[in-house]
């Protein structure tokens, strides 16, 4: 018996994190204020991803961050 009122299949999923938006602020001493910043993938390291902060709005280096991976690489999900 097939129903002819089958709800859609394919529902809209709702992106659960957003990687490149960062909601961080940090001091910029080129605009000499807290400012917006960007996350630029610099490294892929053995014990995880290095980013660089970036300025949103003149682009200065601000820092950079180890965004650590699994602790168990490899392991089954
Ligand atoms: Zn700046």
Redesign the pocket.
């Known amino acids: 018996m097939a129903n002819p009122f089958q709800p859609p299949s394919g529902r809209p999923k709702r992106p659960s994190q957003y990687k490149d938006f960062s909601a961080t602020e940090l001091y910029?001493p080129?605009?000499k204020r807290a400012?917006p910043v960007r996350t630029r993938l610099l490294l892929v390291l053995p014990q995880g991803d290095q980013y660089e902060y970036r300025?949103a709005?003149?682009?200065?280096s601000l820092g950079t961050k180890i965004d650590k991976t699994s602790p168990f690489p490899g392991v089954l999900k």
């Open positions: 910029c080129r605009c400012v300025c709005f003149c682009g200065e």
